[in-house]
C-alpha cells in the first residue's frame, strides 16, 4: 500500500522534495501559505563550486553535482525546460592571496575553473569590471527558481495535490507529513528545538544591462538583457523585518568593481536563510512522533545541496536507506536531552 504523504511549504525545498517523490512513483499532497520573507522569493540560485574567501569547494560537491545533472536531464526529459543552466562567473579577486589561490584551484580542480591562468585588469576592464587584483572565470550552474517553482506548483494543483493556506490540511489524512518550512521552523512545536541559525538576506534589482555574472562574494547577475540583480547581505540579529537602506548601502559599497546607477534599482527584497548551528541540513524524524519529519537547514547553498538531499530523505522516509550521520536530526538529541 502507498504512503499518503504531505508536504508542508513549497518553497525550494518542499519543491524538489515533491518532485523527488513524485519521481519515485509516491503519491504526495503540498501545503504552502505564501509566508513573507522566505528564502526561495529572493534567492538568486546560483551553483557556485568555489565558495568563501578561501574559494573551497565543499566535500560533498561532486555528489551534489551529480544529483543536479540527473535532475536537469529528468526535468528537459519531462517537461523540456532546463531549469539548471550552466553560466560562467567572474570571481573577482580581492587581493593577492585570492588570485594565488586561484592558481591553486586550477591545477587542483581544472573542471571548476574556467580560466587557468588569472585575468588581467585589462581583460576584466573588456568586461566593465574593476579588478586591480585581476579575475578568474569559475563554471557555475544556476537554477530558475521562480520557473521551476510555477511548474511544480502548476502540476501539483493540475493532479489536485495542492493545497493553499496556513494549517488547511487534516493531519489524520496523512501516514507521513514532511515539513520544509524554511526559518518559520522556528514556530513548529514539533521541531522548534532544532538549533538553527537563520540569517536574514537582501538583494536589488537593476533596470540595466549587465553583460556577464561577476562577484567578489557580493554577485549580480543579469536576468534578462535589460535588468540584474545584486546581493546579497548577512544579518543574523533581525531576521523577520523587510529590507533596509543599511542593506542596500551594504550592496552597492561591495558592488564597487561595477558601475550602478542607483536611478535605475526597481526592486529591494529580502529573505531568511535558514542555516543549522553546525551548517549542516536537519533531515529525519521526529523522536516521538514517528509520522512526523523535518526537511531543512539549507542555509545559503539550497539550490547546491537540495537535490542530492531530496533523494536521500525520498529513500529514508520509505524506509529503504538510512541518513548519512552528518544531516541527521539524531545528532542533535544530546544536545536536547532526547532520547530516539
Ligand atoms: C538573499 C538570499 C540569496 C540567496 N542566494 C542563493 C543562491 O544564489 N544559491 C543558493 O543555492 N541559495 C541561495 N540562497 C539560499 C536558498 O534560498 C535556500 O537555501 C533555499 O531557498 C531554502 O529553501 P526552503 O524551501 O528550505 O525554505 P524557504 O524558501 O524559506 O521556503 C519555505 C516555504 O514554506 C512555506 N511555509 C512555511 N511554513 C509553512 C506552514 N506552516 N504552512 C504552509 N507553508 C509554510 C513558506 O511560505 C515558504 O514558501 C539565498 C538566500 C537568500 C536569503
Known amino acids: 500500500m502507498k504512503n499518503r504523504i504531505l508536504i508542508v511549504g513549497h518553497g525550494l525545498s518542499g519543491a524538489l522534495l515533491a518532485q523527488a517523490f513524485l519521481n519515485k512513483n509516491q503519491i504526495v499532497d503540498v501545503c504552502e501559505a505564501n509566508l513573507p520573507y522566505h528564502a526561495s522569493k529572493v534567492a538568486a540560485g546560483l551553483v557556485n563550486p568555489l565558495i568563501g574567501p578561501k574559494l573551497n569547494p565543499p566535500t560533498d560537491l561532486h555528489a551534489c553535482l551529480t544529483?543536479?545533472?540527473?535532475?536537469?536531464?529528468?526535468?528537459?526529459?519531462?517537461?523540456?525546460?532546463?531549469?539548471?543552466?550552466?553560466?560562467?562567473?567572474?570571481?573577482?579577486?580581492?587581493?593577492?592571496?585570492?588570485?594565488?589561490?586561484?592558481?591553486?584551484?586550477?591545477?587542483?580542480?581544472?573542471?571548476?575553473?574556467?580560466?587557468?591562468?588569472?585575468l588581467s585588469q585589462k581583460e576584466a576592464t573588456h568586461h566593465g569590471v574593476e579588478a586591480p587584483h585581476g579575475l578568474g572565470v569559475t563554471n557555475c550552474m544556476r537554477l530558475h527558481i521562480a520557473a521551476f517553482l510555477q511548474y511544480s506548483k502548476h502540476q501539483l494543483k493540475e493532479t489536485d495535490h495542492w493545497i493553499s493556506g496556513l494549517d488547511m490540511y487534516e493531519t489524520k489524512d496523512y501516514d507521513k507529513i514532511i515539513f520544509c518550512e524554511g526559518f518559520r521552523v522556528m514556530h513548529n512545536p514539533w521541531f522548534s528545538h532544532i538549533p538553527i541559525a537563520p540569517v536574514r538576506g537582501e538583494i536589488l534589482g537593476i533596470d540595466s544591462s549587465l553583460n556577464t555574472s561577476v562577484s567578489n562574494g557580493t554577485w549580480a547577475i543579469p536576468i534578462t538583457e535589460n535588468h540584474f540583480i545584486a546581493g546579497s547581505t548577512w544579518d543574523h540579529k533581525i531576521i523577520e523585518t523587510g529590507p533596509s537602506p543599511e542593506g542596500k548601502e551594504q550592496i552597492l559599497k561591495s558592488l564597487h568593481f561595477i558601475k550602478i546607477d542607483t536611478r535605475k534599482i526597481s526592486k529591494h527584497l529580502s529573505g531568511v536563510r535558514t542555516g543549522t548551528i553546525d551548517r549542516n541540513p536537519t533531515l529525519g524524524c521526529h523522536h516521538k512522533n514517528k509520522k512526523l519529519f523535518l526537511f531543512n537547514g539549507f542555509g545559503s547553498r539550497g539550490s547546491t545541496t537540495i537535490p542530492l538531499h531530496a533523494k536521500q530523505m525520498v529513500e529514508y522516509v520509505l524506509g529503504r536507506a538510512p541518513l548519512p550521520a552528518k544531516i541527521d536530526i539524531t545528532r542533535f538529541n544530546k544536545l536536547n536531552h532526547l532520547t530516539k
Not at 587581493?95 to 589561490?101: D, I, K, P, R, V
Request: glycine share 4%.
Open 67 to 118: 544529483a543536479i545533472n540527473h535532475l536537469t536531464d529528468y526535468f528537459q526529459k519531462k517537461c523540456g525546460v532546463k531549469f539548471y543552466q550552466s553560466i560562467p562567473l567572474l570571481r573577482v579577486f580581492k587581493n593577492h592571496e585570492q588570485a594565488g589561490l586561484w592558481n591553486k584551484r586550477s591545477i587542483t580542480h581544472p573542471d571548476l575553473c574556467i580560466t587557468k591562468e588569472i
